[in-house]
């Protein structure tokens, strides 16, 4: 029964107010009028004076001046002037005035707390004595008014307005909480006259009286102990106080007054939070909060604060406090209620204000955030339940609203896709993999709806977050559907719906996103990937047994041969990957190397001393050739240049690290034989046919006649030292090869081949003299000098005859390029 008494009397002093309003509001528009109409000299009823017949001026008569209590405010000609602001008039002048107010408040607060604890008074003498402090401020007010003294200056009387009306709420405070003088009911009415005569002493007295009532209302509950009574009494005594002051600031246009009250009433909540700490009445504290937070956000621009950040920083406050609050309440119903209220209300004035709109993507966020310490912590509460509400909510007013802007498209997908992942992602238990996936999928759902709409959008950033975000969905989705370890299946679809779904709205932004699905891939093949890394380091140290260290070829098959399929396929399309073209075609490339490297170790796999002296130069051979083969092959076609440089780059480098370096058949015992020169003689071939490798072709031609004569003089194990005969083998194959070079360069015109021709038959004179004379004596070195004159002559001769012929000093065609 009191409830209802009190509501209705709450109803009925709103409606007085409202009406007490209204009438004021016409009275103050009726004088204006008629006040504009005396200072016209035309007006009605004011007659001119006749010339023709002149009368006596009559006596004006004396103005009828209103009483002062009726006045607004003194006149702007009786108020004292101040000069302007420096040091002397703020500390001399304006300073003490206002300390004082300050003083008389803190005085009658201390005179009480003095009375309570040496037990001079009982609680109603206090309370009393405390009432009649306040009134007797507030009448010194409206005395200095009148005082011919203090009329002049307005701030006396200001300072002792507010300090009355402080002491007036500390009063009241203290009947209903500490001593239960007065039923909650009175103290309520009497709350409320304190209030309506708060706000029409600030109306007379202007902001000080109103900072003043501001500043004693709200530090009247920690002077006589904010506990005391309990926090539910509390919270409704600032409740209404925060009420009062925003109507005022309504009324006045006080924007600060109204930015103030929020910012000390949140206060209040934030205090409580860190002295309760998790104990006490949370749920009012939850429901103050709430209700606060959303009255501020109407309350500051009807006051007429335009800056949107302080608009909205009650807003964010308050829904980082419910979050706060919500571990105390265990995350049961009343929790969720309280923030998804705000966070309705949220949405609601972004609809109507787009200066809200960061405060709907705060609250998505600070959702997820709540979302995720609820489903951490043991009591999950009503969580599951509020997941489901909160994405209906965001998701609905996000697709509802989604051509206002790309900040509504943000909140859409935020609410669609944020709560099931992260419950996915924290309580799996939840649901088995089939409900997960079919949430997910709706969600993706809902999201590809919102891509479908937007691809005709000027701007292409939502697009793509659209897309990305169903992408996502859409993944995770299909990963309930598949074994484990196949999570290459889901990321292999979408990579290739992006793709096409990219050539079907041609936005340029699309084009790059398939490359997220594949990087994702790499992503989860990490254990095979990295045993492969560790394979790939054995070998290159040159161990003999790398395939000891690879994976398991059907786990890299599972993992990286769907994606690394599809995207060469996409990469057919000039368009695809856009501005991640390149990147994608080496990461496909490499998936795919990696997989046929593995694959290609699989028949012989070589794991025992036997097994690589028989068979290690072969495969490792056919690895490489296999390499610069793909790469030449591509070279030609004119196609995919990037993975042709890649692959041959690969090739020439297996060849001229393992065959030539680490693992050297010369040094290295290993069945290579024939077997080297025809490899290095097919590379050598392979780069003699390509433009801009004539240098390495050469040198691989050299090498090759090199392992030729390694073959005739050690048979199938080049291991071994090297013999006289053998390093005339040598010199006589360098002589032979550095004389085809030349003859080959003349025949062809070819400046190159010739200049190669010399530079060979030098080094090999060089040899000859400097190396195989000191090893010969006798007769051989005799022949061997015999034989290398007549050829060097012979060369000069025929080579100076070349060179007299007219242009061909100068015959310098340069190859065609591929």
């Known amino acids: 029964m009191n409830g209802f008494a009190f509501l209705l009397l709450a109803c009925a002093i709103v409606a007085a107010f409202a009406l007490l309003k209204r009438r004021i509001d016409r009275l103050e528009r009726e004088l204006q009028t008629l006040a504009a109409r005396l200072a016209r000299p035309d007006a009605p009823g004011v007659a001119a004076p006749l010339e023709a017949q002149p009368v006596p001026s009559p006596r004006p008569p004396a103005p009828i001046a209103p009483p002062e209590e009726s006045l607004p405010e003194p006149q702007p000609s009786r108020r004292l002037a101040l000069p302007k602001l420096s040091f002397e008039t703020l500390v001399g002048g304006r300073l003490p005035i206002w300390i004082g107010g300050v003083a ?95 706000m029409g002493l600030a109306l007379r007295h202007g902001p000080p ?55 000390a009433g949140l206060a209040w909540t934030q205090f409580l939070l860190a002295v309760l700490d998790g104990r006490g009445n949370l749920s009012a504290v939850g429901l103050y909060t709430m209700l606060l937070a959303g009255g501020a956000s109407a309350a500051l621009p009807a006051a007429g604060l335009r800056n949107r950040w302080l608009r909205l920083a009650p ?5 980082l406090q419910l979050v706060a609050i919500a571990p105390g309440l265990d995350f049961g119903p009343l929790a969720w209620s309280f923030y998804l209220v705000l966070a309705a209300a949220t949405l609601l004035l972004a609809w109507r204000d787009p200066v809200y709109l960061p405060g709907a993507l705060a609250g998505a966020l600070l959702l997820l955030a709540l979302e995720s310490l609820a489903l951490a912590s043991p009591h999950r509460g009503a969580t599951p339940v509020a997941a489901i509400a909160a994405t209906v909510l965001f998701a609905g007013a996000g697709q509802w609203r989604w051509p206002r802007g790309p900040g509504w498209v943000a909140v859409a997908l935020l609410g669609a896709a944020g709560p099931v992942l992260v419950a996915h992602g924290l309580a799996r238990d939840l649901l088995p993999a089939a409900g997960w996936g079919l949430i997910e999928g709706l969600a993706a759902g809902a999201c590809a709806r919102l891509a479908w709409q937007l691809r005709h959008a000027p701007h292409d950033r939502p697009l793509a977050a659209a897309t990305l975000t169903t992408a996502l969905l859409a993944s995770v989705a299909l990963a309930q559907c598949v074994p484990q370890g196949w999570l290459s299946v889901p990321f292999a679809i979408v990579l290739g719906g992006l793709a096409l779904w990219a050539r079907q709205v041609r936005a340029s932004v699309l084009f790059a996103l398939p490359i997220l699905p594949l990087l994702a891939t790499l992503v989860f093949a990490a254990h095979p990937l990295g045993n492969l890394l560790v394979a790939t380091g054995t070998a290159l140290s040159g161990g003999h047994f790398a395939y000891a260290e690879l994976p398991p070829f059907a786990a890299l098959l599972r993992a990286l041969a769907l994606p690394t399929a599809v995207s060469l396929g996409v990469l057919a399309d000039p368009r695809a990957f856009g501005r991640a073209r390149r990147a994608a075609a080496i990461l496909a490339g490499t998936g795919g190397v990696l997989l046929l490297y593995t694959l290609a170790k699989q028949p012989l796999a070589i794991a ?60 290295v015992a290993q069945r290579a034989g024939p077997m080297l020169a025809l490899h290095l003689a097919v590379a050598a071939f392979w780069c003699w046919t390509l433009p801009r490798l ?58 190159d081949l010739r200049l190669a021709g010399l530079g060979l038959l030098t080094l090999t004179t060089c040899k000859v003299f400097l190396i195989d004379a000191a090893a010969l004596d006798g007769l051989l070195r005799i022949l061997s000098f015999l034989a290398l004159g007549v050829a060097l002559i012979a060369i000069g001769w025929a080579y100076g005859r070349f060179l007299a012929r007219p242009g061909n000093a100068t015959a310098d065609d340069p190859p065609p390029v591929i």
């Open 694 to 751: 004539r240098v390495p072709a050469a040198l691989l031609s050299v090498a090759a006649a090199l392992a030729t004569v390694r073959w005739l003089a050690h048979g199938m194990i080049l291991t071994g030292a090297i013999g006289s005969l053998e390093n005339g083998g040598y010199s006589a194959v360098l002589l032979v090869l550095a004389l085809a070079w030349l003859w080959r360069g003349i025949a062809a015109g070819r400046h």
């Open 608 to 667: 025992t001393p036997d097994q690589f002296l028989a068979w290690g130069f072969v495969e490792r051979a056919l690895l490489t050739q296999a390499a610069l083969a793909a790469g030449w092959i591509l070279f030609r076609s004119g196609r995919l240049l990037v993975l042709a440089r890649a692959l041959f780059v690969l090739g020439l480098a297996r060849l001229f690290w393992f065959d030539l370096l680490v693992l050297n058949a010369a040094i």
């Open 104 to 198: 008389l408040v803190l005085a009658g607060f201390f005179l009480v707390r003095y009375s309570i604890e040496q037990g001079l008074l009982g609680p109603a003498a206090r309370t009393v004595i405390a009432a009649v402090f306040g009134l007797a401020l507030v009448a010194t007010s409206e005395g200095l008014r009148r005082l011919p003294a203090t009329r002049d200056d307005a701030r006396p009387g200001q300072a002792l307005a507010g300090a009355g009306i402080a002491s007036l709420y500390g009063t009241l405070y203290m009947a209903a909480a500490l001593y239960h003088l007065v039923t909650p009911l009175t103290a309520f009415c009497a709350v409320v006259l304190v209030t309506f005569g708060a």
């Open 315 to 319: 807003l964010l406050a308050g829904l």
């Open 209 to 263: 009286t109103a900072v003043m009532a501001l500043a004693g209302g709200f530090l009247a509950p920690l002077v006589a102990g904010f506990d005391a009574a309990g926090i539910a009494p509390l919270l409704v005594y600032l409740g209404l106080f925060v009420a009062a002051l925003f109507g005022l600031a309504v009324h006045r246009r006080w924007g600060w007054l109204a930015l103030a009250a929020s910012v």
